[in-house]
Nanobody
Framework: QVRLAESGGGSVQSGGSLRISCAAP????????MAWWRQAPGKEREGVAS???????NYSDSVKGRFTISQDRRKNNLYLQMDSVKPEDSGTYYC????????????????????WGQGTQVTVSS
């Protein structure tokens, strides 16, 4: 069982910035496609960003140009830099590991991810 642990969530005003992190065991970051997902109350979980072993990234239209996913293989950490946040960015953010290996499909499907963290809450106030 891979243990992923998110941190860094909190409250931020609309237009502000926040960076959340995901700590992973060795041989995870940089060896697997990783992604950030989020879920707002009453809504389905949404994949917002992914990064593969070569550092290629992909974003949902809702966050493109505002969020940046990155990874630090030496520290075994995954990050999501969130800029120009909006109230609709509020929710619980999860990091996840793709079960297929190092490359990500352009369309993020929950079934392709087999390891999940417990989530970190992000609240954006207007």
């Amino acid at each position: 069982q891979v243990r992923l642990a998110e941190s860094g969530g909190g409250s931020v005003q609309s237009g502000g910035s926040l960076r959340i992190s995901c700590a992973a065991p060795a041989n995870t970051i940089g060896d697997y496609c990783m992604a950030w997902w989020r879920q707002a109350p009453g809504k389905e979980r949404e994949g917002v960003a992914s990064i593969d072993v070569e550092g290629d990234t992909n974003y949902s239209d809702s966050v493109k140009g505002r969020f940046t996913i990155s990874q630090d293989r030496r520290k075994n950490n995954l990050y999501l830099q969130m800029d120009s946040v909006k109230p609709e960015d509020s929710g619980t953010y999860y990091c996840a590991r793709n079960l297929h290996g190092g490359y990500c499909f352009r369309t993020l499907l929950q079934g392709d991810f087999d390891q999940w963290g417990q989530g970190t809450q992000v609240t954006v106030s207007s």
